[in-house]
């Protein structure tokens, strides 16, 4: 299986510091900036293709909380099916500020993301209902950035005929500052089914995904 990420984000915030940090393609950043991520993922395995365009505003509404609005527009191409396109499921994010380090620039947030099913499930482009709260945490030493993220995504969907999934993630990325235009970054990331269906293959069982990639 192969994946292809693209993202192009635009940021602005109160604190030039924070902006200086990497920007994860997995791991969710803690900072409450105004951002616009547009972003292109292209995913291809033994089933078919799946590429996903996401744009995503984020907002600061008060000086620790902040909220977002991720739109996603599917576009599913399986093998022996006809080939499907449409938006897919909305995400609502609120973020709140928890803590800011002192000597140190970095800070450490929570939040809750709720997805709606405004995607066909018919049509293979979503039509799930979940809620995943999280905490994530970034801290500067030097030229290296440090981030961690850990979530829960529980699955909501009413009149499902087998359990309702829910799912552990946790990542760490880690970038160097080579310069202002060139910061490689590495992330690992954790996937969990703590519960679901007895054929999901990682129920019970731990994904681990490695992704390296570079900042600016």
């Known amino acids: 299986m192969g994946l292809l990420a693209a993202p192009v984000v635009w940021a602005e ?3 030039d510091v924070y902006g200086e940090f990497v920007y994860p393609l997995v791991t969710r950043r803690p900072f ?3 951002e616009f991520e547009l972003r ?3 995913e291809k395995g033994p089933a078919g293709r799946v590429t996903e365009l996401r744009g995503s505003l984020e907002i600061p509404v008060l000086p620790r909380w902040r909220v977002g609005l991720e739109i996603p527009l599917v576009f599913t191409d399986p093998r ?3 080939s499907m396109g449409g938006v897919g499921d909305l995400t609502l994010e609120n973020k709140f500020l928890l803590h800011k380090f002192g000597e140190r620039p970095g800070q450490v947030a929570a ?3 709720i997805r709606l099913p405004t995607g066909s499930e018919r049509r293979g482009l979503g039509g799930e209902a979940a809620i995943e709260p999280f905490l994530t945490a970034g801290i ?3 030229a290296f950035d440090f981030m961690a993220e850990i979530a829960y995504d529980v699955n909501i969907n009413a009149n499902v005929p ?3 999934r829910q799912e552990l993630t946790a990542g760490v990325a880690t970038g160097y500052r080579l310069s202002r235009w060139f910061l490689p970054l590495l992330e690992v990331t954790t996937r969990t089914v703590t519960r679901g269906g007895e054929d999901d293959p990682l129920f019970h069982a731990t994904q681990v995904s490695l992704t390296a990639s570079s900042s600016r």
């Open 32 to 34: 409450l900036d105004r």
């Open 162 to 164: 087998r359990p309702n």
């Open 40 to 42: 292109v993922d292209h």
């Open 13 to 15: 915030g109160t604190d």
């Open 140 to 142: 500067a030493f030097g």
């Open 80 to 82: 022996d099916q006809r």
């Open 111 to 113: 939040g809750f993301e």
